[in-house]
């Protein structure tokens, strides 16, 4: 047997106690020391607290243990990336906090990190005021350097606590100020479940926040109703003087009925008789908003008290009804016994009505044509951005003839796609007589921009192009469509064939052109036949759709086509993507050759139309249909047929694919000034 005084004994006998033994002063027998003679304690030989603070990160999960041992139970697992503030240095462990207690976790498992931990958010948010000056520091703890003071009464918002440190925003950056200088307010109020309204019982405090210790920034008269938009202890919420504030509730009175004026039973009109204070509610205590000139005339919505409600500056408002005269009639001009036309000789103001008091909405532009429909002193009546306006008639000549298109070189014949307006214009801003129904056939007069002249309900309307498909009054055209496929081609051959149009591939992915493109479209023109271009798609995402779309529009610049430019849908990569993505492609090349200024269409087979794409979203959109067979079936609306891949054409070495026109596309384009033209 050995004596040992004062030292402290590790034990490592295999099936005995391991561990730390600390005997301080004592002597103490050890040869194997038998476990059931030894009671494990919970007390560690605590570390030294660090000289300043540290902080660290997991580099794993680690063990958190009840001492600083691996022979210490652990009591729970810190997660990857953890941070934490170490206290103490034990050997190999560092002492920590972890769920609400002191553990300890292996060195190895943690970097050193010169960061904080940030704070966690409180769980609601905390208001304060410095109860002195008190130092902004860059981190929760005083190592840290302070980068502003900030000064006594800054009331703040705190978003987070760490320690004896509040966190929160100051001068722009995120900051810690020590909890002991500062006190914590009342919380702004939620908003009442629904809105209440109240009248002071005497002169009133309305304060920044809900609670004495705000500052007061007005004072509320006695007798002033409110609207109550939150409840926050003893204090309401309300707008005094344009801004949120808060009033104690022992100063108010609810009411039960909010002090706005029942609407007249009729519009009445009035005038002022002097300039008069628009108030922002119907009494002398409401905040004035702004000043209605003297002779200004109005709209009368409502009546209460000595008040009347009316809109101003847009937004609604209160005036004094003995600063205002009644009249019995609106100022409203009466409607002209005919139609006039005038055109602006400079830009012009549009108002709400026919006086210079009333408020401009918008301006017209010089050279704008209109429909004149009312005379009003010295204002026109029209119609400007889907609403009614008056302008000066000093800043538009009137003119006799009605802005009419010039009549088109040739007779065009259409079918409505859709019902679309009839106008008395060729402008959207012109009225609508009627509505055309889907499918009706008409003969156009006239193009005028974007719109044909027609004759409907016996008179002359006018209807938007894009609503209508040019037929050619029953009369199919004979084409075909060709690639590199068919090699060279006779087109002189072709031509004295019948053909006298022919869609040509142009290219195809996103960087090949059809090597017969060039001397297909040259040739072809040369001989008299109308060509059109398709491009061959293998896109399966917008951004590639995109980017084979920039491509062919680049290869079209240039030239001139007849009969539309077509995106070709077909490829089997296409034919396994979903149809909210077929149809984002299938409308990137569609917009996007529309934006370039050319008439768009797409080509795919009748399964692809009716089960593939959603056909209902390409209603607006031209369709070349594939489908051989002495006639088709499908049953929307087909403006070149595909009907053979098997066709013979002169001047064509074997098969060539066969199409039928149903609508004369080269006058269309060329009317539209669309593909080149």
Same mark, same amino acid.
């Given at each position: ?72 139970? @652990?009591?729970?697992?810190? +997660? ?12 190999? /462990? ?27 958010? @409180? ?27 900030? +000064? ?36 702004? +109020? ?18 920044? =926040? ?19 938009? =939150? @409840? ?12 949120? =504030? ?39 205590? $409401? ?20 008040? $009347? ?55 017209? +532009? ?12 010295? /204002? ?81 309307? $006018? ?37 006298? /149009? ?25 001989? =008299? ?21 920039? /491509? ?126």
């Amino acid at each position: 047997m050995k004596i040992i005084r004062g030292i402290t004994l590790l034990i490592i006998s295999i099936g005995l106690i391991t561990g730390v033994m600390t005997i301080p002063g004592a002597a103490v027998a050890y040869n194997n020391v038998s476990s059931s003679n030894v009671a494990l304690i919970t007390l560690e030989p605590t570390p030294a607290t660090v000289a300043q603070t540290l902080y660290g990160v997991t580099t794993s999960s680690t063990s958190v243990r009840t001492g600083a041992h691996v022979n210490y139970s @652990v009591y729970a697992t810190m +997660p990857t990336g953890y941070k934490m503030t170490i206290t103490g240095v034990a050997g190999t /462990f560092y002492r920590v906090t972890y769920n609400d207690r002191t553990g300890y976790i292996s060195s190895s498992d943690v970097t050193l990190i010169t960061l904080e931990p940030t704070p966690a958010t @409180v769980a609601q948010t905390l208001y304060g005021v410095t109860t002195s000056s008190t130092s902004v520091r860059t981190g929760a703890h005083v190592n840290y350097s302070v980068y502003a003071t900030m +000064p006594t009464g800054y009331k703040m918002t705190i978003t987070g606590v760490a320690g004896p440190f509040y966190r929160v925003t100051y001068n722009d950056r995120t900051g810690y100020i020590s909890s002991s200088d500062v006190t914590i307010l009342e919380p702004t +109020p939620a908003t009442v479940s629904q809105t209440l309204y109240g009248v002071t019982t005497s002169s009133t405090s309305v304060r920044t =926040g809900a609670h004495v210790n705000y500052s007061v920034y007005a004072t509320m008269p006695t007798g002033y109703k409110m609207t109550i938009t =939150g @409840v926050a202890g003893t204090f309401y919420r309300v707008t005094y003087s344009d801004r949120t =504030g808060y009033v104690s509730s022992s100063d108010v009175t609810l009411i039960t009925v909010e002090p706005t004026p029942a609407t007249v039973s009729q519009t009445l009109y009035g005038v002022t008789t002097s300039s008069t204070s628009v108030r922002t509610g119907a009494h002398v205590n $409401y905040s004035v908003y702004a000043t209605m000139p003297t002779g200004y005339k109005m709209t009368i919505t409502g009546v209460a008290g000595t008040f $009347y409600r009316v809109t101003y500056s847009d937004r609604t408002g209160y005036v004094s009804s003995s600063d205002v005269t009644l009249i019995t009639v609106e100022p409203t001009p009466a409607t002209v016994s005919q139609t006039l036309y005038g055109v602006t000789t400079s830009s012009t103001s549009v108002r709400t009505g026919a006086h210079v008091n009333y408020s401009v909405y918008a301006t017209m +532009p010089t050279g704008y044509k209109m429909t004149i429909t009312g005379v009003a002193g010295t /204002f026109y009546r029209v119609t400007y951005s889907d609403r009614t306006g008056y302008v000066s008639s000093s800043d538009v000549t009137l003119i006799t003839v009605e802005p009419t298109p010039a009549t088109v070189s040739q007779t065009l014949y259409g079918v409505t796609t859709s019902s679309t307006s009839v106008r008395t214009g060729a402008h959207v801003n012109y009225s609508v007589y009627a509505t055309m129904p889907t499918g009706y056939k008409m003969t156009i007069t006239g193009v005028a921009g974007t719109f044909y002249r027609v004759t409907y309900n016996n008179k002359s309307g $006018y209807v938007s192009s894009s609503d209508v498909t040019l037929t050619v009054n029953n009369v199919k055209i004979k084409g075909i469509d060709v690639s590199k496929w068919q090699g060279t081609i006779n087109w002189s051959s072709v031509k004295s064939d019948g053909v006298q /149009f022919a869609m040509l591939r142009s290219s195809y992915g996103s960087s090949s052109v059809d090597p017969m493109f060039e001397t297909n479209y040259a040739a072809a023109k040369a001989n =008299g036949i109308e060509v059109g271009a398709y491009h061959y798609s293998y896109a399966t995402t917008v951004a590639q759709a995109t980017k084979e779309a920039n /491509f062919w529009i680049s290869k079209l610049k240039g030239k001139q086509f007849d009969y539309p430019v077509c995106v070709d849908l077909e490829d089997s990569s296409q034919g396994t993507l979903d149809t909210k993505t077929l149809m984002d492609i299938a409308l990137t090349y569609l917009n996007m050759l529309e934006q370039a200024g050319y008439y768009p269409m797409i080509y795919a087979n009748k399964n692809w139309f009716t089960s593939v794409l959603d056909d209902s979203m390409l209603t607006s959109y031209d369709h070349w249909l594939a489908q051989y067979a002495s006639s088709y079936t499908y049953t929307g609306t087909v403006g070149i047929w595909q009907y053979t891949s098997t066709g013979t054409v002169k001047g064509i070495n074997g098969s060539v694919d066969m199409d039928t026109s149903f609508v004369d596309y080269a006058s269309q384009i060329k009317a539209l000034h669309l593909n080149g033209y």
